[in-house]
C-alpha cells in the first residue's frame, strides 16, 4: 500500500508521467484478481509452509530488483510478477491460521490476521512516506525488502510445517462453484466492498469539497477511520464466534443506517468524526464478515475459496469505485454516499446466504 502514497516520486525517478506510475497499483491489482482463484487452486497440494516461504522469498527479490532498476518497464516488472504469488500467501494464511484452532474458533483466528491486513494498510502509507521525504526510493524499496525478509524469517521460525493430508483434486475444488450459495457469497463480498469503498475511495474528496475540512482535519478523519478498522476486525471475530447467522444478516442494515446519518448530519466536525469511527467499524467487520460467507461456503477446498474472496474483493473494490466517480461526476461529490445503495440492495437476500452456511 505504500507505492499509493509514492506515484508522484517513482515518476520523478524514472522519467515518465504518473498516469503511466498507476500502472504500478493497476496492474499489481489486475494480477491479484487473475491468480486469486488460480495460484492457491495449484499450489493446494504442497506444504504451505514451503508455499508462504516461497511466496516471500519472491518478493524480497523483487524488492532487490527494484532498488536497482534503472528503467520504469524493470520495476514494473518488479512490481507485477510478486503480484501473481501475493494471493497464495493471504489464502494460505487464513487456511493455516483456521485448521490450527477448532471451528468454533476459526472466525477469531482469521481475524488476527485481517487485523495484521488493516494494520498494514493503516501504517504503510505514512511510514513509506516519511521514509521517502527524509531519503530516496531507493531506501524506500530496501525497507520493503527489510521487512519482506524479516516475515520470511519469523514464518521459517514461528509457522509450523502444515502438510496438506487430505488434498482435494482440482476437479473437485472447481466443483464448488457448481454449488447455488457460492455464486450467492461471491456476488454478496462484492457488493459488500463496492458498498465499502465506493465511499472510501472518495473520502477525502468529500470532506475537502462537500464538508470544507482543512488538510490537517482530513488526515485526523483518515487516521480514526484506520484505528476503527482495526478495532471492527476485533468486533467482527466476536460476533461471528458468538452469532454468525446474524451478524451477517445484520450487517448490511447497519452499514445502510450510518450512510443515511452521514448524509444528513456529515457537515458537523464532531459528529462527523464519531460517525467515521463507527462506519470505520463497520468495515473492519466487513472484512470478517466477507471471508466468512466464502470460506463456510466451501469449507473443503479452502484455499481456493480465499482466492476467491481476495479476487472478488479486488473486484468490488474495483466496481465502487468506479461507481463512486460515476456518481460524482454525474450528480456531484455529496451523493457518492449513496453508493451505499449496493449493500442495500442485496440486503433482502442476505439472511437466505447466512442460514445456508
Same mark, same amino acid.
Given at each position: ?90 489464502? @494460505?494464511?487464513?487456511?493455516? *491460521? +483456521?485448521?490450527?484452532? /477448532?471451528?468454533?474458533?476459526?472466525? &477469531?483466528?482469521?481475524? #488476527?490476521?485481517? !487485523? ?41 521460525l514461528f509457522v509450523p510445517s502444515t502438510p496438506v493430508k487430505e488434498r482435494l483434486s482440482y476437479g473437485a475444488q472447481l466443483s464448488v ?44 478523519? @483518515?487516521?480514526?477511520?484506520? *484505528? +476503527?478498522?482495526?478495532? /471492527?476486525?476485533?468486533?467482527?471475530? &466476536?460476533?461471528?464466534? #458468538?452469532?454468525? !447467522? ?93 453508493v451505499r445503495l449496493l449493500s442495500w440492495f442485496w440486503c433482502k437476500n442476505f439472511k437466505t446466504i447466512a442460514s445456508n452456511l
Amino acid at each position: 500500500m505504500g507505492v499509493i502514497e509514492m506515484l508522484p516520486l517513482i515518476a520523478d525517478n524514472f522519467h515518465v508521467s504518473v498516469s503511466q506510475v498507476g500502472l504500478l497499483v493497476g496492474l499489481f491489482a489486475l494480477a491479484v484478481a487473475v491468480a486469486g482463484p488460480t495460484m492457491p487452486l495449484l499450489f493446494s497440494g504442497v506444504n504451505r509452509k514451503k508455499a508462504m516461504l516461497l511466496v516471500l522469498g519472491v518478493f524480497v527479490l523483487g524488492n532487490i530488483v527494484s532498488i536497482f532498476a534503472s528503467n520504469f518497464t524493470i520495476a514494473l516488472i518488479a512490481r507485477v510478477i510478486p503480484a501473481f504469488f501475493h494471493p497464495i500467501y493471504c489464502s @494460505l494464511a487464513f487456511t493455516v *491460521v +483456521a485448521t490450527s484452532v /477448532g471451528k468454533e474458533e476459526a472466525p &477469531k483466528a482469521v481475524s #488476527k490476521v485481517i !487485523i495484521g491486513v488493516s494494520a498494514g494498510m493503516v501504517v504503510g502509507v505514512p511510514i513509506t512516506s516519511f521514509i521517502a521525504s527524509v531519503t530516496s526510493l531507493q531506501m524506500v524499496m530496501l525497507f520493503f525488502a527489510i521487512v519482506n525478509a524479516i516475515t520470511f524469517i519469523a514464518t521459517l521460525l514461528f509457522v509450523p510445517s502444515t502438510p496438506v493430508k487430505e488434498r482435494l483434486s482440482y476437479g473437485a475444488q472447481l466443483s464448488v462453484l457448481k454449488k447455488l450459495i457460492i455464486w450467492l457469497s461471491i456476488v454478496a463480498v462484492i457488493l459488500l466492498n463496492s458498498a465499502v469503498f465506493g465511499v472510501y475511495s472518495y473520502l477525502a474528496e468529500y470532506l475537502k469539497n462537500v464538508k470544507n475540512m482543512s488538510s490537517n482535519t482530513i488526515s485526523l478523519m @483518515l487516521v480514526i477511520y484506520g *484505528v +476503527a478498522n482495526i478495532i /471492527g476486525n476485533i468486533v467482527g471475530e &466476536k460476533l461471528l464466534t #458468538k452469532n454468525p !447467522i446474524k451478524a451477517v444478516a445484520s450487517f448490511p442494515f447497519s452499514l445502510g443506517v450510518i450512510y443515511i446519518i452521514l448524509f444528513l448530519i456529515g457537515q458537523f466536525t464532531v459528529p462527523m468524526a464519531l460517525i467515521i469511527l463507527v462506519w470505520g467499524i463497520l468495515a473492519g467487520i466487513a472484512l470478517n464478515i466477507t471471508q466468512y460467507l466464502l470460506m463456510s461456503a466451501a469449507p473443503k477446498a479452502s484455499d481456493f475459496a480465499n482466492g476467491l474472496f481476495l479476487t472478488f474483493a479486488t473486484l468490488g473494490t474495483t466496481i465502487g469505485a468506479a461507481v463512486g466517480g460515476l456518481f460524482i461526476s454525474e450528480i456531484g461529490t455529496q451523493c457518492v454516499i449513496l453508493v451505499r445503495l449496493l449493500s442495500w440492495f442485496w440486503c433482502k437476500n442476505f439472511k437466505t446466504i447466512a442460514s445456508n452456511l
